[in-house]
């Protein structure tokens, strides 16, 4: 599988999708005017990427900040990966925050209430 990089902008964040390492991340702040448009080669990505994953799946989500039709956009992303453990693959999620930032944690919260997947808390530096 060919890498899926994505440039930071300023409304939209940096995505890289890396099926050959199982690495993905979104790394910055995710208010695109479009979000089901912004990010469909992602999702394109990924559902690709199932059919035939690596042992181990790392998805960082590194977000400063991001709408709510970003934030479905990327349950629906996710949701992709989570029969992946049923199926005797591991899959590791991330979820990054700056430790003062209490939106960014709430967000996180819901978040992982909305999958079924595991999400790591992580504070970032």
Sequence with gaps: MDTLKIEKRIDSPMVLADGESGYFEVNGKSLPEDAIEFYKPLEKYAQEYVKSPKQKTTINLKLEYLNTSSSKKLLD?????????????????????????????????????????????????
Excluded: C
Excluded at 84 to 91: A, C, D, M
């Design 77 to 125: 992303i996710i949701g992709y990966f989570e029969a992946l453990p049923s199926q005797g693959y591991e899959v590791v999620l991330n979820w990054y925050h700056r430790d003062e930032d209490q939106d960014m944690i709430d967000e996180g919260i819901e978040f992982a209430h909305m999958t079924s997947l595991k999400v790591n808390f992580i504070v970032e530096q």
